[in-house]
């Protein structure tokens, strides 16, 4: 709705523009909902990547416990037989031995008790920063700005920046709002692979292995197929035919037709020219390993798949986005006249254009071209019928109903809808 007037407050928007076939209380009640259930749906990933990462700390922690104290009991028991089975070792040195293996576990399970509680008070401290936000305040000026240095700091490092990002997060103050902890933990498993290295990648494979069946992941089985074609790109044939036995011999009731297409690459070299088996061998799938891997490492946890700028830029392109934008007719001041954002809607379906209905707050009657809508000097809008019969009653005044504000009849301006 373009309206040729200034725009009337937003409690006026709200309580005028309601819709005629869903008019009523309970639509009022949801538009007064809305800003906070889109807030919350939107700031998802802000909670739940540090519960997941709590999660995964807390499971570290069981595993090392229960390793240890297997370790403990172990040498318990064996310090504890009769001497003729620990001739080999006098009692004095297992005992010390065993003190040591406790010291050492004690001090593990101190470090994992600290990144814990650091965990849980970034929990706290990310549900603080959204119960600062007000729905009833019209401009959350400070929010906002942290929100979008947030949204920032989340490209950056999606992108790999992660030096930059540490010394942003620092600068503006919100390190226990962002993940830069997170995605170190990957950064390890990325860099390697843009090495052509995969033993990293097959490490975090191994340590997160029910999480990844859980979502069937395909992660490990592209780690192995680049393996032996690795093997094979530099002739080392045999090698290959039992790595294949070894490690994909196991995948082969889930991918028959992938298995069948990478080791027919035993028939050929990497200088072939069949374009089938010639893109195995092309150097790109170390790229296309390493957006594997990241999709993996966000829904492992709970992240969105694109970066959240990508997301937000969308949005609002979404909705600028018209029939003329691709003919190049946008006018200069549209985002959509550069190449860089109109790239980035390309993908996106045209906005909905429709009209508005209008709702008088004193008839309750439609307002169109036939009743339009006139426009009080402060801003409310009322049909032109209501404001008539006030007039006529009230001897060419007009008495705003919801703030007393009085003007003449002579001082209303017509709106205009497109």
Request: charged share 25%; net charge neutral; hydrophobic share 40%.
């Amino acid at each position: 709705m373009d309206m040729m007037i200034d725009p009337p407050a937003p409690e006026t928007v709200v309580a005028e523009a309601s819709s005629i076939n869903n008019g009523g209380g309970e639509e009022q009640r949801e538009k007064k909902k809305t800003p906070v259930t889109e807030i919350m749906k939107l700031e998802l990933q802000l909670l739940r990547v540090p519960v997941e990462h709590l999660k995964k700390t807390l499971r570290s922690t069981q595993r090392t416990a229960e390793k240890e104290l297997s370790a403990v009991i172990a040498d318990i028991s064996s310090v504890a037989a009769p001497p003729a089975a620990t001739a080999a070792a006098s009692p004095v040195s297992s005992l010390t031995s065993l003190v040591c293996r406790l010291h050492g576990m004690k001090r593990k399970l101190e470090d994992f008790t600290r990144a814990e509680a650091g965990q849980v008070q970034r929990c706290r401290a990310r549900i603080d920063h959204l119960e600062e936000f007000s729905p009833q305040c019209q401009c959350n000026s400070n929010w906002n700005s942290t929100r979008l240095n947030r949204i920032i700091l989340d490209y950056m490092l999606r992108m790999s920046y992660y030096d930059s990002a540490s010394l942003f997060a620092d600068s503006a103050n919100i390190r226990e709002l962002v993940d830069i902890d997170v995605f170190i933990e990957a950064r390890e498993v990325v860099e390697s692979l843009q090495n052509k290295k995969v033993a990293p990648a097959l490490a975090w494979c191994a340590e997160n292995k029910s999480r990844l069946k859980k979502t069937k992941s395909k992660l490990e089985f592209l780690l192995r197929l680049q393996e032996f074609i690795e093997m094979v790109k530099v002739n080392d044939y045999l090698k290959a035919i039992a790595y294949a036995r070894k490690y994909l011999a196991p995948w082969g009731p889930t991918y028959t037709k992938e298995l069948q297409h990478v080791t027919a690459t035993l028939a050929f070299k990497s200088g072939t020219s069949c374009t089938t088996y010639k893109v195995l061998f092309d150097a790109c799938r170390w790229d296309y390993l390493v957006n594997e891997f990241k999709q993996e490492f966000c829904k492992m946890f709970g992240m969105t798949l694109e970066p959240l700028l990508q997301i937000y830029l969308q949005a609002g392109l979404s909705a600028l986005k018209t029939p003329s934008c691709p003919q190049g007719l946008c006018p200069i001041e549209d985002p959509l006249s550069q190449v860089t954002f109109m790239r980035l809607a390309d993908p996106l379906p045209f906005s909905k254009q429709h009209h508005s209905k209008l709702v008088c707050f004193i008839t309750k009657e439609l307002m169109d071209t036939e009743n339009p809508p006139l426009v009080l000097p402060n801003g409310y809008v009322y049909s032109t019928k209501a404001l008539e019969d006030m007039a006529k009653n009230n001897n060419g005044k007009i008495t705003c109903p919801r703030t007393g504000f009085e003007c003449s009849f002579s001082d209303l301006t017509k709106a205009f809808i497109s």
